[in-house]
């Protein structure tokens, strides 16, 4: 069968056919940037409320979009514009069904964006959303971004929104009967414009607040806090915001709580402030009574020292101001501080009292025991001989004195000598000593070959208590005797 070949020329034209026919083919055209993909194609919000869903997975991020409200994690972006008709908040919503979103309120224009303060949400998750004040006739343009991703399902919502009731200082929330409890939304909050402000540690750049007020029937401590972490509250006095004197300050996450001696019948104004838009709680009540407490040092005081009392008001955050402490002997001595020392004379028991105040006008009382024992012995005689002959056994005694308070059970002495360079025992004696007496604890040593090779040997004595008693001054419990001198046996000499 006769075949027959393509030229190569003819092959070449038909790939190009081929090519030219897969190109003229119709396709399914490639997916665009949203409309409101740059700023200055903002969608136009004309009236409120408004929502609106749309599809932005192909949404792009553009080299002047603001990034004021989150450096990283920008992804694309669109923008919403809306020309405020009258002043008060609005509140917008954005949730990416598939994905983060970070939202954020804008002035000026496109290409020198400033940010509206505190008008920013970066939502991991779930939907971001801003509360802000606005002012009639300015436009402000609002930015959805992926946060990590260009986009996907967005819902987008813009609203005026009310502010919370208690937004103004003159509007303040009535606080009644304590304790009190309430729960304020900061979202929906402001800072009027000549509100005070304090300070560190109270609050600093918050721009949001509510308002409460009290005005107690009779005097008496108050203390005020709030939750969270991040949340503030300011107790104030005065009739009005320019007027208004800061009472005291307390923060979720530090000082706990805000502690004040309420005056009968005078107004006190509480501010609650947040960094972040959230519920913020405030619990208003009168503080517990004080449980004081005191310790002293040492545990086991004597005579012969000064013992050291401290004091406190049982609580942690409340230092004390003043007081007394009474030590239970006759002498009474004001509280300077929470540190006190004082000197018992004679052994006993005595009932030792302090009285505290803290500032918020609180009084409180505490009583501990403090039995005072002194035990005292001492080395009174140390006598060891001056010389000795290597196998002499001589007497060595230690005389051991004792104060006249008690009678001391099992004192133990114990004897060491010296190598040179270490203490070694070498016998130790237990007796009892009565009170007012000096008792004799007799050793007998025999001299070793080893003293003589040194030529001398010292002694050392030790007078230790019974094991659960302190001796009250023990530098007079140990002494150390002169060297005794040591010479060779006659048949040492002998043979030497």
């Known amino acids: 069968m006769l075949r027959t070949r393509r030229r190569p020329f003819a092959v070449l034209a038909a790939v190009v056919a081929a090519v030219t026919a897969t190109v003229a083919l119709p396709g399914v055209a490639a997916a665009a940037p949203p409309a409101n993909d740059d700023v200055t194609a903002a969608t136009e919000v004309t009236a409120l409320p408004y929502a609106t869903q749309a599809d932005t997975s192909e949404a792009t991020r553009a080299d002047d979009d603001p990034a004021w409200c989150q450096t990283y994690d920008i992804g694309g972006t669109v923008w919403f514009r809306y020309t405020a008709t009258e002043d008060g908040l609005l509140r917008a919503t954005a949730t990416g069904a598939d994905h983060g979103t970070i939202l954020s309120a804008n002035t000026g224009v496109p290409g020198d964006l400033t ?17 802000f004040r606005a002012r009639a006739g300015t436009t402000y343009h609002l930015m959805v971004a992926g946060y990590g991703v260009p986009g996907g399902d967005l819902a987008f919502t813009l609203d005026r929104a009310v502010s919370a009731p208690n937004d103004a200082f003159a509007d303040a929330e009535e606080i009644t009967a304590l304790p009190w409890t309430a729960v304020g939304d900061l979202s929906t909050a402001s800072i009027e414009y000549d509100e005070p402000e304090p300070d560190y540690p109270c609050h600093s750049s918050e721009n949001r607040s509510v308002w409460y007020r009290h005005t107690p029937a009779s005097a008496g401590p108050l203390s005020a806090r709030v939750d969270p972490y991040s949340s503030y509250v300011e107790v104030y006095t005065g009739g009005a915001l320019p007027d208004l004197r800061l009472t005291g300050c307390a923060d979720g996450g530090f000082s706990d709580r805000v502690l004040f001696a309420a005056t009968e019948g005078e107004t006190y104004w509480f501010r609650v402030t947040s960094s972040v838009a959230a519920e913020v709680t405030l619990t208003v009540e009168v503080p517990p009574a004080l449980d004081p407490q005191v310790g002293f040092s040492p545990s086991d005081p004597t005579m012969h020292e000064v013992t050291w009392f401290s004091v406190g008001s049982g609580e ?22 929470e540190t006190a020392s004082h000197h018992y004379t004679e052994d006993g028991t005595y009932q030792a009292t302090a009285t505290v105040r803290t500032e918020d006008g609180r009084t409180g009382t505490r009583t501990t025991t403090v039995e005072v024992v002194t035990h005292d012995v001492s080395v009174a005689k140390f006598a060891v001989p001056a010389k000795g002959r290597v196998g002499e056994t001589k007497a060595i005694t230690v005389h051991v004195a004792n104060a006249p308070r008690y009678r001391e059970q099992g004192v133990t002495v114990t004897l060491f000598k010296s190598d040179g360079s270490n203490w070694q025992e ?41 094991d659960g008693v302190r001796d009250a001054r023990p530098l007079d419990n140990e002494l150390i005797s002169s060297a005794a001198t040591v010479t060779p046996s006659a048949a040492e000499l002998r043979f030497a």
């Open 115 to 131: 940010g509206v303060a505190d008008a920013c949400d970066v939502a991991t998750v779930t939907g971001s959303q801003i509360t």
């Open 316 to 337: 942690w955050d409340t230092p004390i101001v003043g007081g007394e402490l009474d030590f239970g002997d006759g002498t009474v001595e004001p509280l300077d501080g």
């Open 426 to 466: 070498v016998g130790s004696l237990t007796l009892d000593v009565p009170k007012d007496r000096t008792v004799k604890f007799p050793f007998a040593y025999t001299f070793t070959s080893a003293d003589a090779v040194a030529g001398k040997v010292a002694f050392r004595t030790v007078v230790r208590l019974r």
